[in-house]
């Protein structure tokens, strides 16, 4: 195939089509929800014999009932004017799985959400707004800032490890305090979502406010800037001496020396000599003699209850819009049929915007698409990273191909998995 040189004008118009096309894929399920909300309120549905718009979807497009509603709810609450074809213009960005599990989120709430925020992330503020949280532990704004820090020793000590930062260099604070440009956190009566460009802030019970970056770094400032000590910061400020070590990791010689003309324990001599003639045995002959014990069932816990930050970390999310594919059906939304959000909250399977064939079972560690494509969920830092490593795994005798634009076309062409690996043809 050949390769035509690509302009730095051809290619931002290439990112404006696709962004168009992108955009257009969102839109869709808007327009869906809007026609099905003009044939239930002018009951079209009785023309063709049906007894409502959820039988009528059903038989004609396979329309699970509570996919027929989810997309007339979405309509109603983030299309123009609520009643139109198109989304408004705050929410154009979203996709539809974000748009769903914001359904129940106060109107003022939904400001927090950006296009890279997770369903899990949003699934948390939902739950912060549903549960009284216990007063007295971040109560104000510096309390929170104070907690934060408290539970990411490794954050703070990075922080005042820096020279102080200025207004020029406050990006660099921002990366620091959230090097995966999208964090959430809960204490007390706060709840935060870390951005690049902002940091949203919701007090229980009242209406969210944004802080900058700078903002930020002022209160982290005034609550530790007099007790700064470089990358011993949190333990000036906290007081909590380190852990000793274990005993058991001094070296012999020292124990010797330290206490002299003191015998090891009979027990300890034994457990020596057993555990040297171990480490003389062929491997194969210790795997033989020793069974593991059994280990007790222990329940698998729901994915719903996994920390919010080490699920993004395990399990990156990508949010996808495909207006062909087929749906797995979630359940009713609760604000339609009456069905309890929480055994919403429970099932994981994405929803897609299809009049096709539904409840397609999950399939883990699925194609995803092209690296493009799973480019496009990353953030700046997240992209530059595999840009980098990419780099790195290029063998010495091939660094010549990274300079020709087939190269990296074919390979943000190739078909990747939700993890952003290749996927090998059979």
Request: charged share 40%; net charge negative; aromatic share 10%.
């Amino acid at each position: 195939m050949d390769y035509v040189q690509m302009t730095l004008d051809d290619w931002m118009e290439m990112k404006r089509k696709l962004r168009q096309e992108l955009l257009g894929v969102k839109q869709s399920f808007v327009r869906i929800g809007y026609a099905l909300r003009q044939i239930e309120d002018q009951k079209l549905y009785e023309r063709d014999g049906y007894k409502s718009i959820a039988e009528f979807a059903k038989e004609e497009y396979g329309l699970e009932p509570s996919t027929t509603s989810r997309f007339m709810s979405i309509n109603k609450e983030y299309s123009i004017d609520g009643y139109s074809e198109q989304l408004r213009p705050e929410f154009a960005e979203l996709g539809r799985s974000q748009l769903e599990e914001m359904l129940k989120l106060p109107d003022n709430d939904r400001s927090m959400i950006q296009p890279e925020t997770s369903r899990e992330n949003i699934r948390e503020l939902k739950r912060f707004n549903k549960t009284e949280p216990a007063a007295g532990v971040a109560d104000d704004l510096s309390q929170l800032v104070e907690k934060f820090y408290y539970d990411n020793p490794d954050i703070l000590n990075a922080v005042f490890g820096e020279p102080e930062f200025t207004e020029e260099t406050i990006k660099q604070f921002a990366e620091i305090v959230n090097p995966g440009g999208n964090r959430s956190y809960k204490k007390g009566l706060y709840f935060l979502m870390m951005y690049e460009n902002r940091v949203a802030v919701k007090k229980f019970n009242t209406d969210p406010k944004n802080l900058t970056w700078w903002e930020f770094w002022e209160l982290t400032k005034s609550i530790f800037g007099n007790v700064a000590a470089g990358s011993k910061t949190w333990q000036s400020y906290f007081g909590e001496p380190e852990e000793p070590e274990p005993e058991n990791e001094v070296a012999p010689a020292q124990k010797e020396a330290e206490f002299p003309g003191k015998e090891e324990p009979k027990d300890t001599k034994e457990e020596n000599k057993e555990e040297k003639q171990r480490e003389e045995e062929p491997e194969e002959m210790e795997a033989e003699s020793q069974e593991p014990p059994e280990e007790p069932d222990v329940p698998e816990k729901p994915e719903s209850e996994i920390a919010p930050a080490q699920r993004e970390e395990e399990i990156p999310e990508r949010e996808v819009e495909n207006e062909t594919c087929e749906e797995t059906d979630r359940g009713a939304d609760p604000g339609e049929t009456g069905e309890p959000e929480a055994a919403e909250e429970e099932k994981e399977e994405e929803t897609e915007s299809s009049p096709a064939v539904m409840n397609r079972p999950e399939i883990l560690d699925k194609p995803f698409g092209s690296r493009k494509d799973w480019f496009d969920t990353l953030t700046p830092y997240g992209m530059a990273l595999e840009l980098a490593k990419k780099m790195r795994d290029v063998p010495n005798e091939n660094l010549a191909d990274m300079k020709k634009t087939g190269f990296w076309e074919e390979w943000l062409k190739e078909e990747v998995d939700d993890y952003g690996r290749t996927i090998e043809e059979d």
